[in-house]
């Protein structure tokens, strides 16, 4: 079992550096040897669809209140 404080020690690491622990994420997900690698290409995917779907939901209202919300 992993020390609990050396646990923190890398959460404080990753939030400290957001950018590299993100580069890091995509660099274990590409070698895909990893235990973890399905559920971060499956966050990643989360995230992309989650955006895009707000980006439409809110292009959809601006259009309804603008042009056809009478």
């Known amino acids: ?3 609990p404080v050396e646990k923190v020690k890398d ?3 990753a939030v400290e550096h957001p950018v590299e622990t993100a580069k890091d994420l995509a660099a274990e997900a590409e070698r895909g040897s990893s235990p973890r ?3 971060i290409a499956l966050t990643g995917v989360t995230i992309f669809v989650g ?3 707000a980006i439409l939901v809110t ?3 601006i259009l309804y209140f603008a042009y056809g919300g009478k």
Request: hydrophobic share 75%; proline share 7%; aromatic share 6%.
């Open 1 to 3: 079992m992993a020390d």
């Open 11 to 13: 959460v404080a690491h």
């Open 59 to 61: 292009i959809a209202l």
């Open 37 to 39: 690698t399905p559920l």
């Open 51 to 53: 955006i895009a779907f």
